[in-house]
């Protein structure tokens, strides 16, 4: 039972950092991101290049923790530059087009981004030297549980980036303002808020997150692949969409309850189906109550 | 004049549109079917290739994807991510028939009907959903049950042989001949693809074509109109996945297999490639779209080394398409109707009002701007329309409380009120579009309380809307044609049959509908086959009211026909109304410019409140001293004196001839305003006279279109509303908006966001909790729960946090109780006294502006009528007939 909360814990984890871009930007634009997944997968793999520099026979050069911590640092910024100009020269030019224009243009971007990923590195997995960088005999023991060190790591980050973002958005002013455009566009503009500027920022704080949980997948499944944004993108959306999409609370809300509903469902159901049993979820949720757990069911305005 | 704009925004279209259809358009539509048929018919023979034929048979199957696709995302608008399911469910569908899988050899042409019945069993699976959800919503459940699919066919290995797939199908045979040979199977194939295809035109250019647009262009006009949504939704599922589940069948034919590679996500994105590269919702596009991807992906195989890139390149081309050619490389054409305007003209029946040709010439206007209620009152008949004890409210505010009232046969009833009176929301629950929390709607003798729009609009009536709604991709006659959708009979089946009867109907509402444009004049029925996008504001007012006559309805229930009209338009819009009460329809008219209202109406009802104020002739209404003072306010004394001293040379605010509006409808049409150093101004005006737009060209949140815009001496009409506001200019704006999950600390915070420093956002803070203290009490509660004064306030506090030298209000005291209302101009003055801000304020109350006001404009129709000191404006007959008409 313990080594299920760890493992529930772990993955609702990565679903967070990944279900936060998601739910952030639809927040502020109500338009499902699809490459989003694909910042998330450039993310691992900016880890792993990152693992490369400092790989030499089969050794690492450096310090583990200091590499890791490259790794994230890394991700992120890549992944911050790559998501504002995906939405500069993808999304921005459609703000004012049908409802259908942006999402194709997000679908198209996503298997752009994962095509070229996928053609760089031949479309095949690459590993991720978690034995190095997180060595077994860094694993804590809880009475006769052993959590291992990439679970810890997992989970320590995991919950120091969402308190970071929760002061962010609380207590900052560009996180203010973020939740004040997603609240009423028009009148954070009177504000003298730029908005152009606010869902910049949304998207490149989005994508960091991303490039975190990218990072910190990697480690724990240890490997990256081209592949690896749509799957898991599909689960953290359900779980954005869990929690109310939009909003950030009920995101890593919804991350925690879908990973604790798959991990249940591997353990006593089907490890084949584990992925029917959260997309099933999806479906049923989104008929029944779209607004999720935390949202709210906005009135049609005629 | 009218006419000269419309011609001019014509001749526009026409022009940029020019090289594509000068290009085409030449070419009768038949030869070019012709052509291509010729074409597709000579390759095999021409090329002599069994690669190249195979290629060709891959067009086939790709034309059925995507005119399949293109029927639910192109032409219905829903986004399905998971249509790809639809194509795997048929192609094995099929294979498990004719393989030995089971052991089952069924033959080619019993299972064609199986495997479509199956993806159609499934489509009623995925389409029940989609009743529910919309837009990106549909989209990830649509991909979850494709990803399910996905993960079924690879894990149910004794069905579908998990990753090796089946093998071995037998191959269609047709009248004993086994089809065999690639050339056999590219005629065989392409014969169905032409089927489709033609089905797929007829389907586009039907009843349940125009029902699939409207509910792609607006769902809630469209089932105003009469469409059933989630009965024409779960059509438009059906239809597409019989056709994907075919064209399924036909690849597991092809391929004599079936494998679970076929259908991957880079499918599903090549078949929206190729409905979106010719140009979504276009049949013939989807076609021109299936031969270029194709030959895009052969033209690859000559670059083995791009070979990889093909996904990436297919994407790239889809992002560069849907960014920067939206329509697509064939722009779908407006359908060329095959009724003249003559011939519709013609085939009026007896009774019918129709138009003389060159009415549109006729100098009408100054005949109806002073007609006045001069005509013989017609006869009432018997009660129509009984509404008893109607309520709404929405999230504890109500919006209609307890009307009660009737429309007789053959009468205009006009509804007037102030802004946010509740006239709109009347509508809406009349028709359908929200339900009443109390109350009953009686029409004749049925009850429509709580029916939804579509059996109200099929029951007679029928409405136009105040922001008006037109269907922007369909033609002119097909937005009117919408709207016989509920007397016309045509199924989907009988429709892509074209039976005679389906032809008879079709000729009929043409007809209909061109005369009921020709109504209104020639010129806008002359435009029946160009996009309703191309006509001018006021036309497509008129192609509103044109559609709702082609409901057929008795009860025509009007919302502001007149909002955006010239003076000239105006009167003609006058007459129309009056002609068409006289051919026979009973009329509720919702409507701003009074000078409509008083001309045309037999009696009035006034609302305020979301309670009916007064009844009567127009006579009565005008001269009732409490619709006077819901509109004008009380009447009272003029407290403040102008201070002559605070006008210095040059004006701290001042616009010149500012022009401005939305798209092609100009609200503002040349402004002139000036405001001085520690003035209070107020600009007065009815509804919709451009009082909001004024506040919003001001702050940089409408572009103005001419003129300039002097804030301090300096031209700000070009700058960002961000650098207006550090500037020194501040709003607080209609309806309040304050950011309703923020904190009341956080609002004002944000108030404070361009502050120069901190000192200045504490300072604001500190006065704003002194001035409201109720403010510093709830300062750490969300703005939601703050009530309208309250958060009235906290607007006020919030837009003083940069301490703005000019501060713009709009429309204060909307929605408050006369307390508040007295309370917050109080306000406002200590503010423009004690810090010595500029004030300007847009407001309806116009006897509590003036109060507090030093001097005052009154706009009207986008224009200055009157401007002076607020005392001589107080009273003065200017104001009463901007608000209440002549």
Same mark, same amino acid.
Not at chain 2, 256 to 274: Q, R
């Given at each position: 039972m313990t080594q299920q909360i760890v493992n529930a814990l772990t993955l609702g984890s990565v679903y967070a950092l990944f279900a936060l871009g998601y739910s952030m930007v639809y927040g502020i634009l109500t338009m499902l991101n699809f490459a989003h997944g694909e910042v998330f997968m450039i993310g691992g793999f900016m880890g792993y290049v990152v693992q490369q520099q400092f790989l030499q026979n089969d050794q690492l050069t450096a310090n583990p923790i200091l590499i890791i911590v490259l790794m994230l640092i890394t991700a992120m910024t890549v992944c911050g530059v790559l998501a504002v100009l995906i939405e500069f020269f993808a999304y921005r030019p459609l703000r004012n087009a049908a409802r259908l224009a942006p999402l194709i243009s997000a679908l198209a971007m996503s298997i752009l981004l994962r095509n070229i990923v996928g053609v760089i590195t031949k479309f095949r997995a690459r590993p991720v030297r978690t034995d190095l960088l997180l060595p077994d005999s860094w694993a804590l023991h809880i009475g006769d549980v052993t959590v291992s060190a990439s679970r810890v790591v997992v989970v320590v980050v995991t919950v120091i980036t969402l308190i970071g973002l929760e002061i962010f958005m609380n207590r900052s002013k560009m996180g203010k303002a973020m939740r004040a455009t997603a609240q009423d566009r028009e009148a #954070?503009?009177?504000?003298?808020? &730029?908005?152009?500027?606010?869902? &910049?920022?949304?998207?490149?704080?989005? #994508?960091?997150? #991303?490039?975190?949980g990218g990072v910190l997948t990697g480690l724990y499944y240890t490997q990256v692949d081209f592949a690896m944004g749509f799957g898991l993108g599909m689960k953290a959306f359900t779980a954005a969409v869990l929690g109310g999409i939009g909003n950030l609370r009920g995101a890593v809300l919804g991350a925690l309850i879908l990973a604790s509903a798959e991990t249940l469902g591997a353990t006593y159901i089907s490890y084949a189906y584990r992925d029917v049993i959260a997309f099933g979820l999806l479906i049923v949720l989104l008929l029944f109550r779209p607004a999720g757990l935390l949202g709210r069911q906005i009135p049609v305005k005629v | 004049m009218a006419e000269s704009f419309s011609a001019r925004a014509g001749g526009l279209m026409t022009r940029s549109m020019a090289p594509i259809t000068r290009l085409t358009s030449r070419i009768p539509i038949q030869v070019r079917y012709a052509i291509f048929a010729v074409a597709v018919i000579v390759f095999p023979l021409l090329i002599q290739s069994n690669y190249w034929t195979r290629v060709g048979v891959t067009v086939a199957i790709y034309v059925i994807l995507g005119n399949g696709l293109n029927i639910l995302a192109g032409i219905t608008g829903l986004l399905d991510m998971g249509f790809v399911a639809f194509y795997a469910i048929g192609a094995y569908t099929y294979a498990i028939l004719n393989s030995a899988q089971l052991g089952i050899h069924l033959g080619f042409w019993p299972s064609l009907p199986i495997c479509v019945f199956v993806a159609v069993i499934f489509g009623v699976i995925i389409g029940i959903p989609s009743l529910r959800v919309r837009g990106d919503y549909l989209a990830i459940v649509t991909l979850g049950f494709f990803y399910i699919v996905q993960r079924l066919i690879l894990n149910l290995d004794v069905i579908t042989n998990g990753p090796n797939g089946i093998s071995g199908v037998t191959r269609p045979a047709l009248l004993g001949l086994n089809i065999r040979t690639p050339t056999a199977y590219y005629y065989f194939y392409w014969i169905f693809a032409a089927v489709i295809f033609f089905i797929s035109v007829r389907l586009l250019y039907s009843r349940t074509g125009r029902a699939w647009a409207g509910i792609r262009d607006d769902e809630i006009t469209a089932s105003s109109m009469g469409v059933n949504l989630p009965r024409y939704r779960v059509y438009s599922f059906l239809t597409t996945a019989a056709i994907i589940g075919l064209a399924g069948?036909?690849?597991?034919?092809?391929?004599?297999?079936?494998? $679970?590679?076929?259908?991957?996500? $880079?499918?599903? *994105?090549? !078949? @929206?490639?190729?409905?979106?590269?010719?140009?979504?919702? %276009? /049949?013939?596009? !989807? !076609?021109?779209?299936? !031969?270029? @991807?194709?030959?895009?992906?052969?033209?690859l195989r000559y670059f083995p080394s791009l070979v990889q890139w093909r996904?990436?390149? *297919?994407?790239?081309?889809?992002? *560069?398409?849907?960014?920067?050619? /939206?329509?697509?490389?064939?722009?779908?054409?407006?359908?060329?109707?095959?009724t003249s305007i003559d011939e519709a003209i013609d085939a009026a029946p007896a009774g019918l009002a129709s138009v003389p040709e060159g009415e549109e010439s006729t100098p009408v206007v100054a005949e109806a701007e002073n007609a006045g209620p001069t005509y013989a009152a017609q006869p009432v008949g018997d009660v129509l329309l009984s509404v008893r004890g109607l309520s709404k409210s929405f999230g504890g505010v109500v919006a209609v409380d307890d009307v009660t009232f009737e429309v007789r046969e053959g009468e205009i009833l006009g509804v007037i009120g102030p802004n946010g009176a509740g006239k709109t929301t009347l509508f809406n629950l009349i028709t359908g579009i929200y339900k009443p929390d109390r109350g009953t709607v009686t029409y004749r003798d049925d009850d429509l309380t709580g029916k939804s729009p579509d059996r109200v609009a099929a029951r007679g009536l029928a409405r136009t809307f105040q922001n008006i709604r037109v269907f922007p991709q369909l033609s002119v006659l097909d937005n009117v044609m919408a709207g016989a959708h509920p007397w016309l009979k045509a199924g989907i089946f009988r429709s892509i049959a074209r039976t005679r009867a389906v032809n008879q109907e079709e000729r009929v509402a043409e007809a209909e509908g061109i005369r009921n444009l020709a109504f209104f004049n020639r010129a806008v029925a002359e435009r029946k086959d160009d996009y309703v996008t191309a006509l001018n504001y006021a036309d497509r007012r008129r192609v509103e009211i044109a559609r709702a006559m082609t409901?057929?309805?008795?009860?025509?229930?009007? $919302?502001? /026909?007149?909002?955006?009209? %010239? /003076?000239?338009?105006?009167?003609?819009i006058t007459r129309q109304i009056r002609e068409l009460r006289d051919s026979g329809y009973t009329v509720i008219l919702v409507e701003h410019q009074m000078p409509v209202v008083m001309n045309v109406s037999d009696r009035?009802? *006034?609302? %305020?409140?979301?309670?009916?104020?007064?009844?009567?002739?127009p006579k009565e209404i005008q001269s009732h001293p409490e619709v006077i003072a819901a509109y004008l306010g009380e009447q009272a004394d003029c407290e403040v004196t102008p201070k002559p001293s605070l006008i210095k040379a040059s004006p701290l605010l001042s616009l010149k001839g500012v022009e401005a509006g939305y798209g092609p409808i100009k609200v503002l049409k040349g402004l002139d305003i000036d405001v001085y150093s520690g003035e209070i101004v107020t600009l007065l005006g009815a509804n919709a006279a451009g009082k909001s737009t004024t506040i919003k060209t001001i702050m940089g949140n409408v572009r103005a279109g001419a003129g300039t815009i002097e804030f301090d001496g300096q031209r700000i009409e070009q700058w960002p509303t961000g650098r207006i506001v550090s500037s020194g200019v501040a709003l607080v704006p209609e309806g309040r908006r304050v950011f309703p999950l923020l904190s009341v600390l956080d609002n004002l915070k944000m108030g404070g966001y361009t502050a120069k420093d901190q000192a200045m956002i504490t300072r604001g803070i500190d006065r704003a909790f002194e001035q409201f203290p109720i403010l510093h009490e709830r300062r750490d509660q969300r703005a939601a729960l703050l009530s309208g004064g309250e958060q009235q306030m906290l607007a006020i506090g919030r837009a003083l946090m940069t301490e703005p030298r000019l501060l713009c209000l709009d429309e204060p005291s909307m929605g408050l109780s006369p307390i508040l209302v007295r309370q917050v101009f109080d306000i406002i003055q200590k503010i423009n006294e004690e810090l010595g801000t500029t004030i300007f304020m847009v407001e309806q109350n116009a006897s509590m502006a003036l109060n507090i006001a030093h001097r005052g404009y009154v706009l009207q129709t986008g224009r200055i009528v009157a401007a002076d000191e607020a005392c001589n404006l107080m009273g003065d007959e200017a104001i009463r007939e901007a608000y209440l008409g002549g």
């Open positions: #954070a503009s009177f504000m003298g808020i &730029s908005v152009n500027r606010v869902i &910049s920022i949304t998207f490149l704080v989005g #994508a960091m997150l #991303a490039g975190i | 069948a036909l690849l597991a034919a092809f391929q004599a297999g079936v494998f $679970d590679k076929n259908f991957s996500l $880079d499918e599903l *994105v090549a !078949v @929206y490639l190729i409905v979106i590269l010719g140009g979504s919702g %276009n /049949p013939a596009g !989807v !076609v021109v779209g299936a !031969v270029v @991807y194709t030959f895009l992906g052969e033209l996904m990436a390149i *297919v994407s790239l081309i889809l992002l *560069v398409v849907i960014v920067l050619l /939206p329509q697509g490389l064939l722009r779908a054409r407006a359908r060329k109707s095959g409901l057929r309805p008795d009860l025509l229930l009007l $919302d502001e /026909p007149a909002a955006g009209m %010239n /003076p000239s338009e105006v009167g003609q009035i009802i *006034v609302v %305020n409140k979301g309670q009916v104020l007064a009844q009567g002739t």
